[in-house]
């Protein structure tokens, strides 16, 4: 029963807010946090069973004569993702505390949180596929009022609808492939279905199924070529930048990888699909990023490249390269919102996220600076920080691989121009922002931020550099059970040690180090070469297509439903005759 309340609890969170609505602003965060606080030591509790390998279930009857119940799973990956989930939820109470004006309405903004925080631990506990899917789309909607909580701007608005119907389009695939896998392995249970992997990958329908299952999962995580929702996203207020687009939500289409990897996985066509998907994406985001002048902008492509490594690392098959995946995923996650409160903090205390004009702010916030200058040469992979980690055992996964016999090569010299950019963007993050001359044209002149709105980062900053110092004492025994989860099977061997000696991944790293500060001294050429490309207006893009959509299925509902009863029955015989006059036609 215990562990159905670590979902209930962010439920119940959700009517806090409305409830202390007239109470101080501290107050109120308080209150909100107090939920999610005790669900997080609720799942503590849990983590020494976890840890030594079992699976915790519960199930509660809901609908008996459907043969639907709750069914909650606690393993080492649900584990994982519910203390991502809970744990930065609660530095983002903390830290929207005093990011929020006093014109913002805090109730409504908590009230949206907590509801999304409940769809992504009913995401990551269920363990029937139909309720999974229940909560999957309802983070679409949730994520949908929080994208558009300044409602009075238009790009919040139409960034808001851009990710409702992306992501709802890939939920709708997502549905239909979890139904096909029911229909194959006889059950929606979730213990079922990933038992029957050799059953399902056997099936005729298993193309279809994986198709429509990457769709869905593609179009959360922001895939090459869904990835163009997620810049646009960026319109919401920097605590849900920091929560949904580095932790959360983009996370639940990866999560769904890893949770789905021992019945999809170890097919030539998994590999096509899902590798080249996360290189593409890989390659496409990094080299993005580093033209972006806005802070966010920069910050939500480093996101999109990052999200394709760890898909890439999912789509080689190998146990080892899905082991760096869940490694890279805990290590983003930290990273990455630590970098978006810190950009928060900077246009907060400025007035601007233009790159343009933040120049020299060392001199105005030097803890801000520090803090965001560390999770940066994490994002980089500099050695002693956690980033680093994770990339060396991505580098080593893709020297080890031979998926493209004599082309395979390929990969890991791509992966490496993937590196040199995520460093030169991450240069540019640090010295464009915080060095560089003096600021121009700001409204005010920047300061430090309220002691406890700098306290989030300080906290993640801090599990970056232990992590990459100690990461078997940090995250040695939560990676081994999370991988434990996803591979099914016993876990390889793998070392977290910072020093591995004299090898062909730390060549890598170098590379990649000295590579990215050569692109990024020389960016002026880079820049006037991108300037030169035509360049391409995503969300009136997409507006406009939705526009012609639109107005193709109203010219096919019109042709259809015109009031002529002689169609009616020509469309009726047609029907009839397409399923082998299987259904009685009344005479």
């Known amino acids: 029963m215990t562990l159905l309340w670590i979902l209930l609890l962010p439920l119940l969170g959700t009517l806090v807010p409305v409830l202390t609505a007239?109470?101080?602003?501290?107050?109120?965060?308080?209150?909100?946090a107090i939920p999610p606080a005790i669900a997080l030591m609720i799942l503590l509790y849990h983590g020494s069973a976890v840890f030594a390998g079992e699976s915790l279930r519960y199930t509660l009857g809901w609908i008996p004569l459907l043969g639907l119940d709750v069914s909650i799973r606690l393993d080492g990956l649900a584990f994982l993702f519910s203390l991502l989930i809970l744990g930065i939820g609660l530095l983002i109470i903390l830290y929207a505390r005093y990011y929020l004006s006093e014109q913002d309405s805090m109730p409504r903004f908590y009230a949206y949180l907590m509801l999304f925080m409940t769809a992504m631990m009913g995401i990551v506990l269920s363990n029937n596929v139909l309720q999974l899917w229940l909560f999957w789309e309802l983070t679409s909607i949730s994520s949908f009022l929080l994208i558009s909580y300044w409602w009075h701007k238009s790009e919040a608005r139409r960034g808001a609808r851009m990710a409702l119907t992306v992501t709802g389009a890939g939920g709708l695939c997502l549905l239909a492939a979890l139904l096909l896998l029911g229909q194959i392995t006889g059950s929606y249970d979730l213990d079922v279905i990933l038992a029957s992997g050799q059953v399902i990958q056997q099936h005729g329908w298993y193309p279809l199924v994986l198709v429509l299952f990457l769709l869905g999962c593609f179009t959360k995580s922001a895939q090459f070529p869904f990835h163009f929702w997620l810049p646009n996203a960026m319109a919401a207020p920097t605590p849900v930048s920091a929560y949904l687009h580095s932790a959360t939500m983009v996370k639940a289409g990866i999560f769904l990888l890893a949770r789905f990897y021992p019945a999809m996985a170890g097919t030539d066509l998994w590999f096509l699909l899902v590798s080249i998907t996360g290189l593409t994406t890989l390659l496409v985001g990094a080299y993005l990023a580093l033209f972006k002048h806005d802070l966010k902008g920069l910050l939500a492509?480093?996101?999109?490249?990052?999200?394709?490594l760890i898909t890439l690392l999912f789509g080689m098959?190998?146990?080892?390269?899905?082991?760096?995946?869940?490694?890279?995923?805990?290590?983003?996650?930290?990273?990455?919102?630590?970098?978006?409160?810190?950009?928060?903090?900077?246009?907060?205390?400025?007035?601007?996220?233009?790159?343009?004009?933040?120049?020299?702010?060392?001199?105005?916030?030097?803890?801000?600076?520090?803090?965001?200058?560390?999770?940066?040469?994490?994002?980089?992979?500099?050695?002693?920080?956690?980033?680093?980690?994770?990339?060396?055992?991505?580098?080593?996964?893709?020297?080890?691989?031979?998926?493209?016999g004599s082309l395979s090569w390929i990969i890991p010299v791509l992966a490496t121009v993937a590196a040199i950019f995520s460093v030169a963007y991450s240069m540019r993050f640090i010295h464009d922002v915080f060095f560089n001359g003096k600021p121009k044209g700001l409204t005010k002149t920047p300061h430090e931020p309220p002691r406890y709105m700098r306290m989030p980062v300080e906290v993640l900053v801090v599990l970056c550099?232990?992590?990459?110092?100690?990461?078997?004492?940090?995250?040695?025994?939560?990676?081994?059970?999370?991988?434990?989860?996803?591979?099914?099977?016993?876990?390889?061997?793998?070392?977290?040690?910072?020093?591995?000696?004299?090898?062909?991944?730390?060549?890598?790293?170098?590379v990649a180090l000295a590579g990215g500060a050569l692109i990024y001294i020389n960016r002026k050429h880079l820049f006037d070469f991108q300037n030169t490309l035509p360049g391409v207006d995503a969300i009136n893009t997409f507006e406009a297509a939705m526009k012609v959509l639109a107005k193709?299925?109203?010219?096919?509902?019109?042709?259809?439903?015109?009031?002529?009863?002689?169609?009616?029955?020509?469309?009726?015989?047609?029907?009839?005759?397409?399923?082998?006059?299987?259904?009685?036609?009344?005479?």
């Open 22 to 32: 007239n109470w101080r602003r501290s107050a109120c965060a308080m209150a909100t």
């Open 301 to 308: 492509y480093s996101t999109i490249s990052h999200l394709g």
């Open 552 to 587: 193709r299925c109203q010219q096919i509902y019109s042709w259809l439903d015109n009031g002529s009863l002689q169609r009616y029955l020509v469309f009726l015989r047609d029907v009839h005759s397409s399923v082998g006059g299987s259904l009685p036609l009344a005479t």
């Open 317 to 404: 098959g190998t146990d080892l390269a899905a082991v760096a995946g869940v490694f890279h995923i805990i290590n983003h996650a930290t990273f990455k919102a630590s970098l978006f409160m810190a950009a928060g903090i900077i246009d907060h205390e400025s007035g601007s996220r233009d790159m343009r004009k933040l120049n020299g702010l060392w001199h105005f916030m030097p803890i801000t600076a520090t803090l965001a200058m560390v999770a940066a040469a994490a994002m980089a992979g500099v050695p002693l920080l956690n980033g680093f980690l994770s990339k060396e055992m991505f580098f080593a996964e893709t020297l080890h691989q031979h998926l493209l």
């Open 465 to 510: 550099i232990l992590v990459g110092v100690a990461p078997g004492y940090i995250v040695g025994d939560l990676l081994h059970a999370a991988s434990l989860a996803v591979l099914g099977t016993a876990v390889p061997e793998y070392s977290l040690a910072i020093w591995h000696g004299l090898n062909l991944p730390l060549l890598m790293s170098v």
